[in-house]
């Protein structure tokens, strides 16, 4: 999809960017991801007489998905800039949590009936390598059904005004610390790749550290 918008584009003289926050005076940019599980035509995620039509499947998905958040969280952010869209009342998550309907929340469940139950994953930016997304997304649910995990309670309300939530990572830093170490993340994707990934990543984090920003220049070029 990228690619093709950027060849599309590039017909019409324009670049088109898929940044995670382009300007500090606009929200971000999202890439969420909506998941379902079906078997044989049917959602094994809908059970009519279970609360909010969750079934006990979708639940342990549900349950997975959070417990896996902190530590896949820089598949869904892998950039620096990632973390600047993660900022309170920007309708991008900043805790850890489901909710129902819940925009504010990271993890939505939607559940309008058999055919269209569903769980929103709220965190992945537009930067999001939709592959590298897809795959954290199915390795916490997948982790959550084969242990039988159990979720707790939904988030309600504004959870931006909520305390003692779990926060997500601030930076890509944090992120990439916690993917090293995550076991769910090597059973799941493999050391190979957690190695390779997080190798990469320290890697633009030190180019990073060592960029002089526009942001710098305003701020100290006379001041200081």
């Known amino acids: ?29 999202s890439g969420h ?58 309708w991008a998550p900043t805790a850890a949590t489901w909710a129902i309907e819940n925009r504010t929340s990271s993890l939505r469940v939607i559940a309008p009936g058999p055919n269209g139950i569903r769980l929103e994953h709220r965190v992945p930016g537009a930067d999001v390598n939709s592959y590298l997304g897809f795959a954290a997304c199915l390795a916490g649910g997948l982790a959550g059904i084969e242990r039988r995990l159990q979720p707790p309670p ?19 830093d944090q992120a990439i610390e916690l ?21 990469m990543r320290r890697w633009e984090i030190e180019k990073h550290r060592r960029a002089v920003t526009e942001w710098e220049r305003r701020r100290y070029f006379e001041q200081v």
């Not at 991801?33 to 549900?62: C, K, N, P």
């Not at 005004?161 to 990572?169: I, R, S, V, Y």
Request: hydrophobic share 45%; proline share 5%.
């Open 154 to 172: 939904p988030t309600s309300g504004n959870v931006y005004a909520a305390e003692g939530l779990a926060p997500l990572p601030r930076t890509l």
């Open 33 to 90: 991801i909506h998941q379902s599980l079906w078997r044989d035509g049917e959602s094994v995620f809908w059970d009519a007489s279970a609360e909010h039509g969750m079934s006990d499947t979708m639940r342990s998905y549900v349950a997975g998905a959070l417990v896996a958040l902190p530590e896949l969280f820089a598949l869904f952010a892998p950039n620096v800039n990632s973390y600047k869209r993660y900022v309170s009342g920007s």
């Open 1 to 29: 999809f990228k690619s093709g918008a950027k060849e599309v584009l590039a017909q019409a003289g324009a670049v088109p960017t898929f940044m995670a926050k382009y300007s500090d005076q606009m929200d971000g940019c």
């Open 179 to 199: 993917l090293d170490r995550s076991e769910l993340a090597r059973d799941y994707l493999g050391d190979a790749f957690v190695d390779h990934f997080v190798a």
